[in-house]
């Protein structure tokens, strides 16, 4: 046993099961504490994200109560001064789990050195990933650009590795206190309205993640690949945004979902291997972080028009099924899949705006934005990212809402204007000509654009690249 008192850096890690650094420092010391970073500026464009937090470190700190580890909250400014000022004390060992951004990761090397140079004692650990973004290459060394290829290799290498044991958290001998400059979970919440209603949605606690796990498993996962395009539905299993802050490790959700032999469990892992794929592309290729992944798309003619992008996060299109996801994403934090490839596709397409905004709004509103998933996902949509839907593949809003959401149901839930319009136009309501159930253009906008007349335009555009 060590004797200097063990510090857990707390990131996206609010579990007990599969936490490697916890349960390392709580094995190898008597006491032990765990420690958030609490950024203001960071958060400052995350808005979802702060409410998450704020409630995941309330739970968790709970949880860690029962083993005597308390949990200190800590405002910085930046991490680099935080550990700067971190390396004069010498009265501790330190762990952590890494995060698979760039940034972080770049982050551990300097932490690394600076421990090492100090003789301070730390120690990390693999994060909340299947295989280490190093080892999923192909045969020359570089890196996968096309996920069919990439997911055959990655689920192999996980395969072939000894299945790690989950070790488990051993009881402290009693909590202490650390930092300074400590703040309350409560001093995290934005005081903004629309953050309130997520309560009724979401309990971000590993307890909560585990038993969703289970009820998918149990009740779902059999009918995954069919039930995950309809958003009327509970087809997919909502673990995102437990995944995104690592209440539930993606290695428990694989050992969970091959103990049963059904068919949907390699689709349902495959969407895991799409996220390990992204985090693969973001550190492999750190430009598309900023920019498109593609570079001949840097001569897009993107346009810039503030009505059409107000409109668009309002859900005020005029086109219900992109309405709908807009609203059910700024009322719950969260929106279906299937809807965020629509509502993205229209924004870029047929509104010929570029990404990023899709991307910046994304990140304020959603409950499980991840850098990798969703830069990752808003170039897979606008066809400049890697193995992405080609640009002239433009989702027609009509169709794909008849096609997913055949009697409207969806849409009905999130534009009650449309509650009472009939089946056969809920996709297109500006047809429908019975004024004593809808007033369009007064209860309900007209379609912003013209479907066609915005294909041929965005097909036009296309072309100058
Ligand atoms: C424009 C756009 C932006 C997106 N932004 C994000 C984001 O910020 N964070 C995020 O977690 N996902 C993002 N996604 C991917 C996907 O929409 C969500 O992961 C999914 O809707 C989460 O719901 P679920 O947990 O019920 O998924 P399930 O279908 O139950 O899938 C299980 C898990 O697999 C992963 N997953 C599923 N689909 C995808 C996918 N297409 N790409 C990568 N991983 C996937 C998620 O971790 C998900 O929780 C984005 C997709 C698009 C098109």
Same mark, same amino acid.
């Given at each position: 046993m060590n004797k200097s008192v063990g510090l857990f850096w707390l990131k996206d890690d609010f579990r007990l099961k599969k936490n490697q650094a916890l349960a390392y420092a709580s094995k190898n010391h008597y006491k032990v504490l765990a420690f958030y970073l609490y950024k203001n500026k960071k958060f400052e464009s995350q808005e979802a994200q702060q409410w998450w937090i704020a409630k995941s470190l309330e739970e968790f700190k709970k949880k860690l109560d029962f083993y005597n580890i308390n949990l200190e909250i800590i405002k910085i400014n930046s991490y680099k001064s935080f550990f700067d000022e971190l390396f004069n004390r010498k009265d501790f060992s330190i762990y952590w789990n890494?995060?698979?951004?760039? =940034?972080?990761? %770049?982050? &551990? #090397?300097?932490?690394?050195?600076?421990?090492?140079?100090?003789?301070?004692?730390?120690?990390?650990?693999?994060?909340?990933?299947?295989?280490?973004?190093?080892?999923?290459?192909? #045969?020359? @060394?570089?890196?996968?650009?096309?996920?069919?290829?990439?997911?055959?290799?990655?689920?192999?290498?996980?395969?072939?590795? *000894?299945?790690?044991?989950?070790?488990?958290?051993?009881?402290?001998?009693?909590?202490?206190?650390?930092?300074?400059?400590?703040?309350?979970?409560?001093?995290?919440? +934005?005081?903004? =309205?629309? *953050?309130? $209603?997520?309560?009724?949605?979401?309990?971000?606690?590993? =307890?909560?993640?585990?038993?969703?796990?289970?009820?998918f498993i149990k009740d779902r996962i059999e009918n995954y690949s069919d039930a995950r395009n309809f958003p009327n539905i509970l087809g997919t299993s909502k673990l995102s945004p437990y995944i995104k802050h690592g209440q539930i490790h993606v290695e428990?959700?694989?050992?969970?979902? *091959?103990?049963?032999?059904?068919?949907?469990?390699? %689709?349902?892992?495959?969407?895991? @291997?799409?996220?390990?794929?992204?985090?693969?592309?973001? #550190?492999? !290729?750190?430009?598309?972080?900023? #920019?498109?992944?593609? $570079?001949?798309?840097?001569? !897009?003619?993107?346009? %810039?028009?503030?009505?059409?992008?107000?409109?668009?996060?309002?859900?005020?299109?005029?086109? +219900?099924?992109? &309405?709908?996801?807009?609203?059910e994403l700024y009322t719950t934090g969260w929106m279906h899949n299937r809807v965020r490839m629509i509502v993205g596709s229209f924004l870029v397409k047929h509104l010929l705006i570029n990404w990023k905004e899709g991307e910046k709004y994304f990140k304020n509103c959603l409950l499980d934005y991840n850098e990798a998933n969703n830069i990752s996902g808003w170039q897979w949509v606008a066809g400049c990212g890697a193995d992405a839907a080609p640009y002239f593949r433009i989702f027609n809003p009509i169709l794909q809402g008849e096609k997913f959401d055949k009697d409207g149901e969806y849409v009905k839930h999130w534009v009650p204007e449309l509650k009472k319009v009939p089946k056969k136009f809920i996709h297109k309501p500006w047809e429908f000509k019975d004024e004593k159930i809808l007033k369009i253009g007064k209860e309900y906008p007209f379609p912003v654009v013209i479907h066609e007349k915005a294909r041929e335009k965005a097909l036009k555009a296309f072309k100058k690249i």
């Amino acid at each position: 046993m060590n004797k200097s008192v063990g510090l857990f850096w707390l990131k996206d890690d609010f579990r007990l099961k599969k936490n490697q650094a916890l349960a390392y420092a709580s094995k190898n010391h008597y006491k032990v504490l765990a420690f958030y970073l609490y950024k203001n500026k960071k958060f400052e464009s995350q808005e979802a994200q702060q409410w998450w937090i704020a409630k995941s470190l309330e739970e968790f700190k709970k949880k860690l109560d029962f083993y005597n580890i308390n949990l200190e909250i800590i405002k910085i400014n930046s991490y680099k001064s935080f550990f700067d000022e971190l390396f004069n004390r010498k009265d501790f060992s330190i762990y952590w789990n890494k995060t698979y951004e760039p =940034d972080y990761l %770049k982050f &551990d #090397n300097y932490l690394s050195t600076n421990f090492s140079n100090r003789n301070i004692n730390f120690k990390i650990f693999k994060g909340n990933i299947l295989n280490e973004i190093d080892e999923v290459k192909k #045969n020359d @060394g570089t890196p996968f650009k096309v996920f069919t290829p990439y997911w055959r290799n990655a689920e192999k290498i996980f395969l072939e590795k *000894i299945p790690p044991n989950d070790k488990p958290i051993s009881k402290c001998e009693k909590k202490f206190s650390f930092f300074k400059n400590l703040i309350k979970a409560e001093n995290i919440l +934005p005081k903004k =309205d629309w *953050i309130k $209603k997520f309560s009724e949605f979401w309990l971000p606690s590993e =307890d909560r993640a585990l038993k969703i796990l289970k009820s998918f498993i149990k009740d779902r996962i059999e009918n995954y690949s069919d039930a995950r395009n309809f958003p009327n539905i509970l087809g997919t299993s909502k673990l995102s945004p437990y995944i995104k802050h690592g209440q539930i490790h993606v290695e428990t959700i694989w050992e969970e979902c *091959i103990k049963i032999k059904k068919k949907s469990v390699s %689709k349902y892992l495959a969407e895991i @291997g799409w996220r390990e794929f992204n985090h693969a592309l973001i #550190n492999n !290729f750190p430009h598309m972080l900023k #920019n498109n992944y593609s $570079k001949k798309f840097d001569k !897009f003619p993107w346009e %810039k028009n503030l009505n059409f992008l107000s409109a668009w996060k309002k859900g005020l299109t005029g086109y +219900p099924i992109v &309405d709908a996801g807009m609203r059910e994403l700024y009322t719950t934090g969260w929106m279906h899949n299937r809807v965020r490839m629509i509502v993205g596709s229209f924004l870029v397409k047929h509104l010929l705006i570029n990404w990023k905004e899709g991307e910046k709004y994304f990140k304020n509103c959603l409950l499980d934005y991840n850098e990798a998933n969703n830069i990752s996902g808003w170039q897979w949509v606008a066809g400049c990212g890697a193995d992405a839907a080609p640009y002239f593949r433009i989702f027609n809003p009509i169709l794909q809402g008849e096609k997913f959401d055949k009697d409207g149901e969806y849409v009905k839930h999130w534009v009650p204007e449309l509650k009472k319009v009939p089946k056969k136009f809920i996709h297109k309501p500006w047809e429908f000509k019975d004024e004593k159930i809808l007033k369009i253009g007064k209860e309900y906008p007209f379609p912003v654009v013209i479907h066609e007349k915005a294909r041929e335009k965005a097909l036009k555009a296309f072309k100058k690249i």
